[in-house]
């Protein structure tokens, strides 16, 4: 089994960054596609991007593609966001997801059959 533990959320202001960390341990090894998901408040879970143990990598919109940045450190089973000129609407709880299948399988399955972490509250103020 998978255990997925996120961290690196908080408080900022728009324009400004963070970054967020999700390290995985446990059974890893049958893990290929990792992804982040945010739920805002009164929302639905929805996906954000994913990168595949090979680096290929999927956002959700080009808006995320130009302002996100997800990377991967299979040497420490760490997973990372990078999200820069942050806007109000990125506010939410992000979850990390380790899922077996593809990146794609990921995205459209919307994580299920995955492993969920317990997710990290981002906060961006105008």
């Known amino acids: 089994q998978v255990k997925l533990v996120e961290s690196g959320g908080g408080l900022v202001q728009v324009g400004g960054s963070l970054r967020l960390s999700c390290v995985a341990s446990?059974?890893?090894?049958?893990?290929?596609?990792v992804g982040w998901f945010r739920q805002a408040p009164g929302k639905e879970r929805e996906f954000v991007a994913a990168i595949s143990r090979t680096g290929d990598s999927i956002y959700a919109e080009d808006s995320e593609k130009g302002r996100f940045t997800i990377s991967r450190d299979n040497a420490k089973n760490t997973v990372y966001l990078q999200m820069n000129n942050m806007k109000p609407e990125d506010t939410g709880v992000y979850y990390c997801n380790a899922h077996p299948g593809t990146i794609y399988t990921l995205r459209d399955e919307r994580g299920s059959f995955g492993t969920w972490g317990q997710g990290t509250q981002v906060t961006v103020s105008s």
């Open positions: 446990g059974r890893t090894l049958g893990v290929d596609g």
